[in-house]
């Protein structure tokens, strides 16, 4: 079948288009979050290690989807360059995955299990804050890392990030090259396929459920 006439080109569309709409907001929300995060709120500490690890899936699932899209091969260089780029989201991906069998080692790592979070201060952007969740011992050792400074630019290379075993998911480099990546797919099966419905509004229904004589009665949906 060729690809301009291949039905799993729409399904893949809305792949792409749901993962970068995660990826944006999940990512702003972040941002919103980064500039009033303390070391003090343990909620917020807590929000931003979710959002992420959430983002972490979110680029594994566009790579995920990136090695499948019918008619676009593996070799393209935009999707080599892709995936090369954003290999770190597979590492992050796949120690929590198997999160079971990494806490069950008898050789016990030192590093925190969920990771050590560091962000940019708001109010002074030389500054990095590193935090991680759990209890320490006296006497252990903790092994974490803070995020990548960029001498050249003088600058972190972003202003949230996440280590796990000595790597470094860099959240804005990673999240924008999968963003950016949705875009350029996005545009290469509107190519391939120009006669597909626009995304404008969730398609949705709703129903109603009503109680008679005790017995739950479905309502019409619209």
């Known amino acids: 079948m060729h690809a301009k006439d291949d039905p799993r080109l729409l399904r893949f569309r809305d792949g792409f288009w749901f993962s970068r709409a ?3 907001r999940e990512h702003t929300e972040l941002e919103a979050l980064r500039v009033r995060l ?10 931003a290690y979710a959002t992420v690890w959430q983002l972490v899936d979110a680029v594994h699932r566009v790579r995920e989807l990136a090695e499948a899209v019918p008619g676009l091969s593996k070799s393209d260089p935009k999707v080599r ?3 090369d780029s954003t290999e770190i989201a ?3 991906r796949n120690y929590v995955q198997h999160l079971r069998e990494e806490l069950s080692k008898r050789d016990v790592d030192k590093f925190p299990v969920w990771g050590a979070l560091s962000w940019v201060a708001a109010t002074d952007e030389r500054r990095v804050t590193t935090v991680f969740t759990g209890v320490v011992l006296p006497g252990q050792e903790v092994q974490a890392s803070t995020g990548a400074f960029d001498a050249q630019e003088k600058r972190w290379v972003s202003r949230v990030a ?7 998911f860099n959240v804005d480099p990673v999240v924008e090259e999968a963003a950016t990546f949705c875009d350029h797919i996005l545009d290469v099966i509107a190519q391939m396929q120009p006669g597909l419905p626009p995304i404008v509004r969730p398609s949705w229904f709703s129903a109603i459920f009503m109680m008679s004589d005790g017995t739950p009665d479905s309502g019409s949906g619209s």
């Not at 303390?38 to 929000?47: A, I, K, N, T």
């Not at 996440?162 to 470094?168: C, F, I, N, P, T």
Request: negative net charge.
């Open 162 to 168: 996440l280590s796990v075993r000595g790597r470094v």
């Open 38 to 47: 303390s070391p003090e709120s343990l909620d917020d500490v807590l929000h």
């Open 90 to 92: 597979e590492e992050f």
């Open 81 to 83: 360059r892709f995936l």
């Open 22 to 24: 995660l990826l944006r």
